[in-house]
């Protein structure tokens, strides 16, 4: 059980363009959705979390503008990085968490996307 | 201002041996420490946490060790195998499954 996916698992894209990345939890709801991105050989780095229904909290130094953060459904969350660049390309990895808080502590991390922008 | 100070950066062990990596925490007010385990290419796998209520937390040759009053937890990996050979990491939290912060990572090398 618990198990988070993403989709795609890589994308290229061309500078300027906007690239959707996926993250669902499969089999249970996810109240909350934290994205992070991960730079190589690096720790992982909050960029903003999600709860459904409402607008993500970002994390300071993150534009809000540029990632677009939706979590309409329970088991659904997007990120979009509109016209990316270059210094965007990262792992961009995507965790759930169900229950309210203190109860289900647990954050399930999904796969990650490697997005790379030419 | 690093929340979270993880060491050591890396560390190479012999199969069978004890791997111990540690990190130290300033925020008294965290509640919830975790070890991620994460392979080149992969998402962070929980492996164990534990809560300021108890010194230490054992699963099968994972074991978290706890020490309130110097703000400081270790994660030990007993009988290594070269299975374990990744990037571990800590993390922090508080009230209970929010956003959690990590330490800086320690690769892991077991050689045979």
């Known amino acids: 059980g618990a198990v988070v996916s993403q989709h795609p698992s890589w994308v290229i894209c061309k500078s300027g363009t906007s690239v959707k990345i996926e993250c669902r939890s499969l089999d249970f709801q996810a109240t909350t959705m934290f994205w992070y991105r991960q730079f190589p050989k690096q720790s992982l780095m909050l960029m903003a979390t999600s709860n459904e229904g409402s607008k993500a909290t970002y994390e300071q130094g ?38 309210r808080a203190g109860v289900g502590d647990t954050q399930y991390f999904g796969p990650g996307t490697r997005l790379t922008v030419l | 201002q690093q929340q979270v100070k993880q060491s050591p950066q890396s560390l190479i062990v012999q199969k069978g041996g004890i791997s111990i990596i540690n990190c130290a925490y300033e925020n008294t007010a965290f509640d919830y420490f975790p070890w991620y385990q994460q392979f080149p290419g992969k998402g962070p796998a929980l492996l164990i946490a534990i809560r300021p209520d108890v010194s230490e937390k054992k699963e099968g040759r994972f074991t978290i060790s706890f020490n309130k009053s110097a703000k400081q937890f270790s994660l030990h990996i007993m009988d290594s195998q070269p299975g374990d050979s990744a990037t571990y990491f800590c993390a922090v939290s508080t009230g209970g499954g929010n956003k959690l912060t990590f330490g800086t990572g320690t690769q892991l090398k077991v050689e045979l």
């Open chain 1, 62 to 99: 993150v534009e809000k503008d540029k990632f677009l953060i939706n979590h309409a459904s329970l088991t659904l969350s997007t990120l979009t990085v509109t016209s990316a660049h270059p210094e965007d390309s990262s792992f961009y990895i995507c965790s759930a968490r169900s229950g």
